[in-house]
């Protein structure tokens, strides 16, 4: 369903070495039923200490390509320095080689890792970089950078705050879906639609405080 999406509407779908749909929950009512789910907004909004919905669902198509270096996401990052939830589910299996999500833990802050920044004189601050920046960082971090493979329905809530990535896809390929959890004090739409560009439709508020 996404690659049939996708192929017809690529002027609607973000390219940056995967294929990035934001709004991905118009596509079927199976991805609006995760975007909606109950569950995981009261995971959220418990983790985050205020409410918590979520704005829009991307969908996100990684193939390998011969001769490039391709993941999801792009380069290392966290998202912002504040904590943010999110959840992710694989629609495929997914393995080191198909470009698993991949987490530092305790990453947040720099404290866990002194050791490791002065030796390698890491950029702890920064919110991106490059592989040559990182690599030795994470050379020392040992089972603290934790990889996680799962099969096709896997769900993974995390912190994007803290350091992540999904690993270089070396074969085959991967598809996930992931929300995007805000408070409402945080969505600006006119900011978020620029931001996150271009979406199968205009983002809209959503309904906090709404009980059906």
């Known amino acids: 369903m996404l690659d049939a999406w996708i192929d017809a509407h690529g002027d609607r779908v973000q390219h940056k070495g995967n294929d990035r749909v934001f709004g991905a929950e118009h ?30 669902t991307l969908g ?12 999801s996401g792009g380069r290392w990052h966290r998202d912002r320095r ?33 050791d490791a920044i002065a030796a390698t004189g890491f950029s702890f601050p920064d919110v991106r970089w490059d ?7 994470l050379a020392q971090l040992g089972d603290e950078v934790v990889p996680i493979e ?17 690993l270089p896809i070396r074969a085959g390929h991967r598809y996930a879906l992931t929300n995007y959890y805000y408070a409402a004090d945080e969505i ?25």
Do not use: W
């Open 60 to 71: 996100i198509r990684l193939r390998a390509a011969q001769g490039k270096k391709t993941r």
């Open 131 to 137: 592989d040559d920046e990182i690599e030795p960082f």
């Open 188 to 212: 600006d739409l006119v900011r978020m639609a620029e931001k996150f560009s271009p979406s199968v439709r205009p983002f809209e508020m959503p309904r906090f405080g709404y009980t059906a």
């Open 27 to 56: 596509l079927s009512p199976a991805i609006a039923a995760f975007k909606h789910d109950a569950a995981l907004e009261d995971i959220a909004s418990a983790y985050m200490g205020s409410e918590q919905k979520a704005l829009f």
């Open 150 to 166: 799962g099969e096709a329905g896997t769900l993974v809530m995390f912190d994007s705050s803290l350091i992540h990535s999904g």
């Open 82 to 114: 504040g904590r943010q939830f999110k959840s992710l589910v694989y629609l495929t299996d997914c393995v080191r080689r198909n470009g698993a999500f991949c987490i530092v833990r305790r990453s947040a802050s720099p404290e866990p890792f002194n």
